[in-house]
């Protein structure tokens, strides 16, 4: 089994940065890829950003350039660095860890608001 508790969301304005973190517990040893996915109300749940085990990342088009994904090893701690915060990107934000077998974690979400 695997925990994972996000922490960092919550209101800021639209221009601004936020700075989400994922905390990872249990049997991570066979997680192969970490990510972050959000779900804004009335659509789906969409990917963020992830990143491999071997350090690969990949995001969004929506995000690109403007949020960063980034990880302690040591510490089991996945990071997402929001910047330039827009309207659109208010939503609940979910990490999520993907096991070897395609099994998917998910942890509870943070909500992220954007003012404009």
């Known amino acids: 089994q695997v925990q994972l508790v996000e922490s960092g969301g919550g209101l800021v304005q639209a221009g601004g940065s936020l700075r989400l973190s994922c905390a990872a517990s249990g049997s991570i040893f066979n997680i192969n890829v970490m990510g972050w996915y959000r779900q804004a109300p009335g659509k789906e749940r969409e990917l963020v950003a992830s990143?491999?085990?071997?350090?690969?990342?990949d995001y969004g088009d929506s995000v690109k350039g403007r949020f960063i994904i980034s990880r302690d090893t040591p510490k089991k701690i996945l990071y997402l660095q929001m910047n330039s915060l827009k309207p659109e990107d208010t939503a609940v934000y979910y990490c999520?860890?993907?096991?070897?077998?395609?099994?998917?974690?998910w942890g509870q979400g943070t909500q992220v608001t954007v003012s404009s």
């Open positions: 999520n860890g993907r096991h070897y077998s395609g099994y998917n974690y």
């Open positions: 990143i491999t085990r071997g350090g690969t990342t």
